[in-house]
Structure formats: structure tokens, C-alpha cells
């Protein structure tokens, strides 16, 4: 459908500040995220794939900050185990609205629970798999710690946090060949220099990259061993820790 395709950024604009998921958002994300992140369509099903590798029966797994459930529906299409449930937590109505129908649509063996709540106040309780995918980035950095904290809380001996984001660089060289590559890839997918310009300009203050080694440093601080990067394209990168 046409009105899917991305082309917020489109038009010459006063206000490029305060992107937010709001329906408009809603409307065009698949095609948004997959071509402003380069990997995505890999991520996900691979996601999927860890988790099929780490759930424990009888346990919840945990997809916060859901957006329209892609990974959730990754994971309840991959699970085999039957007596798991996952439970997709976003703060946006318009995302939560459209997530649900989704999974509706889907139809998928595994139940997926989709909660209208801040994942801030999510009570993490007998996890096997707690994913956050590009969530981190667009949280408070004070509030980055006790999040993972209190996920490290809630797994379970042997299970997983999963987590993609967008990272920076702390080599200001890397960090400018790193932006340079991004941007072309964004090229690549018929993005226009404006369009590039004033998703950067609203996306500014919102979203936050860490370094890998600060991504490193949280999970141990939250208790968390064995701490990997499994996949990396760009400035987008995906990790891995578990609970001992």
C-alpha cells in the first residue's frame, strides 16, 4: 500500500523534534525500520533462533519495547516448547493496537500476551528470555541500569538477555566512517538527502547511543555473565548475556 512506505521526512519541515511512535509512525514502521536499519530483517529472525536455544519450559519471555511484535512472532513461530509464554510490552497505544491485531492475524501456537504499559514498570518473574530490541537507545540514560537490573532479577539460572542497539564509537575516526556508512546504506534504500538530514534532526535528543564497552560494563554490573556481541553491521549491533 502506498501510504506504508516512509516518507515522514519527505517535505521540507519547521519541526523535525520529538519523534514519537504515533500512528503516523505506526502506518509506514516495517518499511522505516528495515530500511533505516541495516541487518533488521536478519536480527529478527535470528532472535527467534536464540530463543529457540535458551527458552526453559514453563518460563515467560519477555519482548520489551514490542513495536508491531516482529520479534515476538519470531519467537512464537521458532519455540517448539509448548508451555512458554510471551508477553510484548510498549508504551505506544497506536503500536499496541496494531501489534495485537497482528498477532490476532497470526494465529501462532506459542501465546503472546501484548501489554499496553511502560516497560519501566514491567515486573520481570520467571524468564528464560528477555529481549530488547533497539529499546535501550530511547530511554534515559539513569534509567538504562536499573532496567537490566531488574531483568537480570527476574531470568531464571541460564537465561538470556538479548539486545540490539545502535552504538557509538568512542574513536571519533570510527565513529564519522561508521555515520558515513549508515548514511549511504539509507541512500541505498531511496532515502533523499533531506529525508536523511531531518530523521537525524528528530531523532537527536531521542535516541542515545551507548558504546559497546558501556553496553559490556551494564550487563556485568547487572550480574550477568558471558557478555558477546553475535551480530554487528554498522553502527547497529546485536548482544548476548545470560544469568548464571
Keep these: 500500500m502506498s501510504d506504508s512506505k516512509d516518507n515522514l521526512f519527505a517535505k521540507s519541515r519547521a519541526a523535525t523534534t520529538g519523534f514519537c511512535f504515533d500512528e503516523k509512525v505506526v502506518r509506514v514502521f516495517p518499511d522505516m525500520i528495515s530500511r533505516s536499519v541495516p541487518g533488521y530483517e ?3 529472525p535470528m532472535v527467534g533462533m536464540l530463543a529457540r536455544r535458551y527458552v526453559q519450559p514453563g518460563t515467560n ?12 512472532l519470531a519467537m512464537a513461530q521458532a519455540i517448539k516448547e509448548k508451555d512458554v509464554r510471551i508477553i510484548a510490552v510498549d ?3 497506536a503500536m499496541v ?3 495485537r491485531q497482528l498477532v490476532t492475524d497470526n494465529n501462532t501456537a506459542l501465546p503472546v500476551e ?11 518473574e520467571n524468564a528464560s528470555v528477555v529481549v530488547l530490541n533497539f529499546t535501550l537507545q530511547f530511554l534515559d ?3 538504562r541500569q536499573d532496567l537490566v537490573n531488574r531483568i537480570a532479577s527476574g531470568l531464571r539460572a541460564g537465561g538470556a538477555l538479548i539486545i540490539s542497539e545502535k552504538i557509538c564509537f568512542e574513536d571519533d575516526s570510527e565513529q564519522s566512517d561508521q555515520s558515513a556508512w549508515h548514511h549511504d546504506f539509507k541512500r541505498t534504500q531511496g532515502y533523499s538527502e533531506l529525508e536523511i538530514a531531518q530523521k537525524r534532526n528528530a531523532l537527536e ?11 559490556f560494563e551494564r550487563l556485568r554490573q547487572a550480574g550477568l555473565v558471558n557478555p558477546r556481541r553475535w551480530f554487528q553491521c554498522f553502527s547497529f549491533a546485536s548482544y ?4 548464571e
Design 42 to 44: 536478519l536480527v529478527i
Design 97 to 99: 493496537t496494531r501489534c
Design 61 to 72: 519471555i519477555y519482548d520489551l519495547g514490542s513495536s508491531l511484535g516482529a520479534t515476538s
Design 114 to 124: 501484548v501489554r499496553l504499559e511502560n516497560l519501566l514498570d514491567t515486573h520481570i
Design 240 to 243: 548476548i548475556a545470560f544469568r
Design 91 to 93: 508504551n505506544s497505544e
Design 205 to 215: 535528543d531521542v535516541l542515545q547511543p551507548d558504546t559497546e564497552h558501556r553496553q
Design 141 to 143: 540514560r539513569g534509567q
